[in-house]
T-cell receptor, first 113, second 113 residues
Framework: QKEVEQDPGPLSVPEGAIVSLNCTYS??????FMWYRQYSRKGPELLMY????GNKEDGRFTAQVDKSSKYISLFIRDSQPSDSATYLC?????????????FGKGTKLSVIP | EAQVTQNPRYLITVTGKKLTVTCSQN?????MSWYRQDPGLGLRQIYY???????DKGDVPEGYKVSRKEKRNFPLILESPSPNQTSLYFC???FGGGNQPQHFGDGTRLSIL
């Protein structure tokens, strides 16, 4: 079983739709959860950063972490064509594992005008 | 402007010809890391460095070397490149470790013939 599973898509939605992106993981030691956005021909950029369980909201973006289910989500409200990108979830530990970051394979999202 | 700079951005070379991909950051980050990104496999960590003269292997270190002689620079060395090292490479940096928000470069596309 892969440590982090993420549906690669592609996912295509109409402008204005609510988008739900998800990752599951197997390592119960993960405590830091991140979402990165990657545009074509660019490096990933941090979108959301959360520690442990709970929700975090930033504008149109909401990140949720459910450690009991080993499941994280990213919601995008009122999606825009500029949101078209690949979204990567990433996770890390504290302590001895804190120097490594494990990524999902990424979900390619297209928002159609 | 805070940034991670990789050079070259594109390189086509032949099997066995030693090459170095440079990475430099201007944010005084202690932690730096190299990843490769391949279709269907996602981002995988090659090596990371917690500080000057301190490096460790990531998930796919075979065929690569790194050094960290200065805080700002973290070059990736391929002593004898092979076609299976054809990939898109990213350098990243952060304060602390992998569990902190990473700043990525824009990538180096490497083709080994």
């Amino acid at each position: 079983q892969k440590e982090v599973e993420q549906d690669p898509g592609p996912l295509s939605v109409p402008e204005g739709a609510i988008v739900s992106l998800n990752c599951t993981y197997s390592n119960s030691a993960f405590q830091y959860f991140m979402w990165y956005r990657q545009y074509s021909r660019k490096g990933p950029e941090l979108l959301m950063y959360t520690y442990s369980s709970g929700n975090k909201e930033d504008g149109r973006f909401t990140a949720q972490v459910d450690k009991s289910s080993k499941y994280i989500s990213l919601f995008i409200r009122d999606s825009q064509p500029s949101d078209s990108a690949t979204y990567l979830c990433a996770m890390s530990n504290s302590g001895a594992g804190s120097y490594q970051l494990t990524f999902g394979k990424g979900t390619k999202l297209s928002v159609i005008p | 402007e805070a940034q991670v700079t990789q050079n070259p951005r594109y390189l086509i070379t032949v099997t066995g010809k030693k090459l170095t991909v440079t990475c430099s950051q201007n944010m005084n980050h202690e932690y730096m890391s190299w990843y490769r990104q391949d279709p269907g496999l996602g981002l995988r960590q090659i090596y990371y460095s917690m500080n000057v003269e301190v490096t460790d292997k990531g998930d796919v270190p075979e065929g690569y070397k790194v050094s960290r002689k200065e805080k700002r620079n973290f070059p990736l060395i391929l002593e004898s490149p092979s076609p299976n090292q054809t990939s898109l490479y990213f350098c990243a940096s952060s304060f602390g470790g992998g569990n902190q928000p990473q700043h990525f470069g824009d990538g180096t596309r490497l083709s080994i013939l």
